[in-house]
């Protein structure tokens, strides 16, 4: 499995941010897809999670509205949209691998991700 997220970077509250994960190694639509983050000195954070054929999208309780996933399974490519930026969103964002073709938020320590993408929200 390979996991490789790109698209984040130093930007102003309330700019929009899309990031990118480009995954290999497995059969990418065979399997739900996974965005969680990792806020300075906290634990990791579920954002959202996509069915394996883009038909259901689970957002964290916090998180609808504002963030958007989406997946294009004739790239093998997952991406969140992230809008009205705040600084409170700062992480580094990571996409993560579900283990079957449904978005669970369980678990998500033991999910295979990338090397993460870093977010920085700050005027």
């Known amino acids: 499995v390979q996991l490789v997220e790109s698209g984040g970077g130093l930007v102003q509250p309330g700019a929009s941010l899309r990031l990118s994960c480009a995954a290999s190694g497995f059969t990418f639509d065979d399997y739900a897809m996974n965005w969680v983050r990792q806020p300075p000195g906290k634990g990791l954070e579920w954002i959202s999670g996509i069915s394996w054929n883009g038909g259901r999208a689970e957002y964290g309780g916090s998180m609808e509205g504002r963030f958007t996933i989406s997946r294009d399974n004739a790239k093998n490519t997952l991406y969140l949209q992230i809008d009205r930026l705040k600084s409170d969103d700062t992480a580094v964002y990571y996409c993560?691998?579900?283990?079957?073709?449904?978005?669970?938020?369980?678990?998500?320590?033991?999910?295979?991700r990338g090397q993460g993408t870093q977010v920085t929200v700050s005027s």
């Open positions: 993560a691998k579900a283990h079957g073709r449904l978005p669970s938020s369980r678990d998500i320590n033991g999910l295979p």
